[in-house]
């Protein structure tokens, strides 16, 4: 099973520089300049240049809500890469279901890695 997940972005070289250079995912293709795919762990991300800032950005700031949830194999090891990196990176956080911590990208995306 895969999925395809979708973000909105109004720059798309900046989503794409932070996606591939700041948190190491791969470009996987590219349509012309609105438009283009992003190997996330094994699955798909998509990016989409839009005028308008993604609505949802201010719903998810307003609660523990995420656009993005990554499990991966060692969450401390994950962390310390991506804290070190030039990210926007949370501490752990110890939860009911596990520990987690959540990175901000530009346009403000929150991503989960557990």
């Given at each position: 099973?895969?999925?395809i997940?979708?973000?909105?972005t109004t720059?798309?070289e ?26 996330v ?30 499990e991966?194999v ?6 310390e890469?991506?804290?070190g ?10 939860q ?12 403000g995306h929150r991503?989960?890695?557990?």
């Open positions: 099973m895969s999925y997940a979708q973000l909105r720059d798309l900046q989503a794409l520089d932070f996606y591939t250079n700041t948190l190491g995912y791969k470009l996987t293709f590219r349509y012309e300049d609105f438009y283009a795919g992003i190997d762990e094994g699955q798909v991300l998509h990016l989409k240049r839009v005028d308008d800032t993604d609505p949802c950005i201010e719903f998810v700031a307003q609660g523990d809500h995420f656009h993005l949830y990554i991966v060692d969450l401390a090891a994950r962390h890469e991506l804290n990196g030039g990210a926007q990176v949370s501490e752990i956080k110890a009911s279901w596990g520990r987690e911590f959540v990175v901000t990208d530009p346009e991503i989960y890695y557990a």
